[in-house]
């Protein structure tokens, strides 16, 4: 943990000022997406000033976007405190995120062009080599990415606008599911038949792929996190 954040306090200090909040927000989603800053928890941030060799404006210009996304709340006086999601808030979302991807995947395969295609391939072998090396929040952001792009292919921008807003908002759930060794590589190979899919340009098939995929993964992470609840 430790050097985690020496290495992002370095690298923050390379970056330009103005542009310092973008990684702040990254390093502060992905501490909410693996969960060592829990849901309820409010977010230090004179930890995070002082550990990072930030001012207070990247810090909070992070809790904005973070706000936006859904992954915290801020409230006057009390600074920001990550959203505490119920499982069935997590299971309605997850139902808008094959619903939309559903529309896409039929999309998709009729409008994508053969560079986006080869895009998401590329991403496909850089996320099976993360998992090569068990780089699993490395792993997640690729696979957060080719999502995103297989909505992006369909070239509906009010689709990929609210695909990425609301799954911003389960991000740590979905990353959840991959924590099971078992249903990790599982992933993985499921990633490989959408792929395939996407290449022969099979709509119908692409649709019920994806919603497989994370009927799958959610199924494994909802067990987990029942399972962590009922410990505390």
């Not at 693996?34 to 990247?58: H, W």
């Not at 959203?83 to 529309?103: Q, T």
Request: proline fraction near 3%; aromatic fraction near 6%; glycine fraction near 6%.
């Amino acid at each position: 943990m430790g050097d985690k954040w020496e290495a992002m306090s370095e690298e923050v200090a390379a970056w330009p000022r103005g542009q310092r909040s973008i990684l702040v927000t990254q390093f502060i989603r992905d501490l909410i997406v693996s969960g060592e800053i829990p849901p309820g928890e409010r977010i230090n941030e004179r930890v995070l000033t002082e550990r990072l060799g930030i001012s207070r404006t990247p810090l909070r210009e992070a809790f904005k976007i973070l706000d936006g996304e859904g992954l915290v709340s801020i409230r006057p006086n009390a600074g920001a405190t990550v959203v505490r999601l119920s499982p069935e808030d997590v299971e309605d979302s997850l139902e808008i995120l094959i619903g939309l991807e559903s529309i896409g995947a039929e999309r998709a395969v009729e409008h994508a062009t053969p560079e986006m295609i080869e895009e998401i391939a590329e991403l496909d072998a850089r996320m099976g080599e993360a998992f090569g090396r068990r780089a699993l929040m490395e792993y997640f952001h690729i696979n957060q990415a080719i999502h995103q792009k297989i909505i992006d292919a369909a070239q509906n921008e009010a689709l990929s606008r609210v695909y990425a807003s609301e799954s911003a908002r389960i991000r740590r759930f979905r990353f959840a599911g991959n924590r099971d060794h078992g249903r990790w590589a599982r992933a993985v190979q499921e990633h490989a038949q959408i792929l395939d899919a996407l290449q022969r340009r099979e709509g119908p098939l692409l649709r019920e792929l994806l919603r497989a995929h994370h009927r799958a993964g959610w199924k494994v992470a909802r067990h987990a996190l029942e399972a962590a609840s009922s410990n505390h």
